[in-house]
């Protein structure tokens, strides 16, 4: 006999969404994949050593180990000092409550529950989608393919309120092209994942030191490519092919293991901040390498960085575009000094300076600019002193249409910094930001399933949002980022249902 072990719960924010006139729509839910399914998928793509595979890149994901293979567990702390060895995150799911941690492993379950939830359509991110990148280049694209596959199956009997996002490798443009075809055109999926940058050898130390004889210079000393500026690839031909397409872009970029982000005994120090600086490098270098001037369709959305740091960032791009455009720098080259009145003006006021020297016109400008700005052994050619020639940007409203328009801000339910990008009174031109409603259940996070939404109210009770902020945070920023990029996102959907205009009711 059946027996339902525990009836749908009543919740704040059930209650919440009942009174609410407009869909909720959560971009960002993290679930579990059930070990022995998932190693059936991945064993039809590649057999035993695919598996494998997959559990090195999965199993050493939140390990860090030292050159003689030790794990931070392992290590003394006297090791751990030697090798400095990252404290990695630890305990990163939902445990205790094991009705939650059900409901992000079983996808029935998670359909079943999202009205107690308060949403009406979520788009899910796998855990495991957002690890294979790691694998070596012979795994990359076939563990994808084998996880979007087994995500893509899971999920489609609940496509009308869920979707699972496809990872793709970036590790080069060809690859990346061809899962995303894969994702897209064979398996029906609409959404994409990708890392925000790839980590790549440095050739004139990689000749120096190959990595077949010093495994651990090459593991330390890289630097990370964010595909948008001074990259070895073009990656053009990829974005190109996401616009065709009609497919969003997210990023769960983080920056932990970065300079000023490796404590080797403290994950909160590692952790607090680390998903807005490593999104912040990689939508400064689509910005910067005019990625989203070539592609204006783009729609990126940049998650669990929080919505502060894009109002930061568009407001100090607009700050410093006033001082250093390609006109206003000319304020800071060395030619433009007047020599003459220089000069005059150490006669006249430099006596006690100069303590009897004489004043030589011929490096006057070189001496009074200090050592910290000596001149370089070459003044910039005209195609050196513009950091926003390839963004194109040649007025503040360009920098909007490349900032503003295509990049949305993931905020969880209770962050109070989301505020910012709803205060346009501090956002240049009275703009805000798009921040978009990003639950994160299933992280450590969010330690119940159905407070999210009431949370998020909370802050309209609170005073730190309006009424009219929550719905554009819930519902139509989101529905913008999806519909921009894709109009027919959500064909099909119960949020399609609820969108299409009501027929009138004919007469008796």
């Avoid at 390990?63 to 995150?89: F, I, N, S």
């Avoid at 077949?212 to 092919?241: C, L, M, N, T």
């Avoid at 960032?313 to 007047?338: Q, S």
């Avoid at 921009?484 to 119960?494: D, I, R």
Wanted: net charge negative; hydrophobic share 40%.
């Amino acid at each position: 006999m059946n027996t339902r072990i525990s009836p749908l719960k009543a919740s704040r924010s059930a209650a919440l969404k009942s009174r609410l006139d407009h869909p909720v729509i959560d971009t960002d839910v993290h679930v579990n994949d059930y070990t022995p399914v998932l190693e059936d998928y991945i064993a039809q793509y590649g057999g035993p050593s695919l598996v494998d595979a997959l559990r090195k890149a999965l199993g050493g994901r939140f390990v860090t180990r030292d050159g003689g293979g030790k794990d931070w567990y392992q290590q003394t702390p006297a090791e751990r000092q030697h090798h400095r060895t990252l404290r990695a995150p630890w305990w990163p799911r939902v445990t205790r409550n094991t009705y939650d941690l059900a409901t992000y492993t079983i996808p029935a379950l998670l359909y079943e529950r999202l009205a107690e939830q308060g949403s009406d359509y979520s788009v899910l991110f796998p855990n495991d989608v957002l690890s294979p990148a790691a694998a070596g280049t012979e795994f990359r694209q076939p563990l994808h393919r084998a996880l979007n596959h087994f995500h893509a199956d899971q999920y489609r009997a609940y496509a009308d309120r869920l979707t699972p996002v496809a990872g793709i490798p970036m590790h080069t443009p060809q690859e990346a092209i061809e899962e995303l075809e894969f994702a897209v055109k064979t398996l029906g999926l609409k959404v994409i994942n990708i890392p925000g940058g790839v980590r790549r050898p440095i050739p004139a130390i990689a000749e120096k030191y190959p990595k077949e004889q010093h495994p651990d210079v090459a593991r330390h000393v890289g630097y990370i490519d964010f595909y948008g500026i001074d990259s070895p690839h073009d990656y053009d031909p990829f974005w190109a092919k996401v616009v065709e397409l009609g497919v969003p872009v997210t990023t769960h970029y983080g920056s932990q293991g970065w300079t000023g982000r490796h404590s080797i005994s403290n994950y909160m120090f590692n952790h607090v901040g680390h998903f807005a600086d490593g999104s912040q490098a990689f939508a400064k270098a689509l910005f910067f390498g005019g990625v989203t001037r070539r592609f204006p369709g783009l729609r990126v959305g940049l998650l669990e960085g929080g919505a502060d740091w894009g109002s930061h960032v568009y407001t100090h791009l607009v700050d410093r575009w006033e001082k250093r455009n390609r006109e206003a720098v000319r304020n800071y080259d060395p030619a433009e000094v007047d020599v003459e009145l220089l000069a005059a003006l150490f006669e006249q006021h430099g006596g006690a300076l100069l303590q009897g020297r004489k004043v030589d016109k011929a490096s006057l400008v070189r001496d009074s600019l200090g050592i910290s700005a000596l001149p370089h052994s070459r003044e910039p050619r005209a195609d050196e002193i513009d950091d926003f020639a390839l963004a194109g940007i040649e007025k503040v409203e360009d920098i909007r249409a490349r900032w503003i328009d295509p990049f949305f801000f993931g905020s969880e339910a209770d962050d109070r910094t989301v505020a910012a990008a709803f205060n346009s009174r501090v956002n240049p031109g009275n703009v805000k930001v798009n921040a978009i409603w990003s639950s994160d259940v299933g992280h450590w996070d969010v330690p119940e399933f159905t407070e999210p939404l009431a949370e998020t109210w909370d802050l309209v009770e609170q005073g730190v949002i309006s009424a009219q902020d929550f719905r554009a945070f819930v519902f139509e920023n989101p529905l913008r980022f999806y519909t921009e990029a894709n109009a027919n996102f959500f064909e099909g959907t119960q949020v399609g249902e609820k969108l299409k205009p009501q027929q009138p009711k004919k007469a008796a």
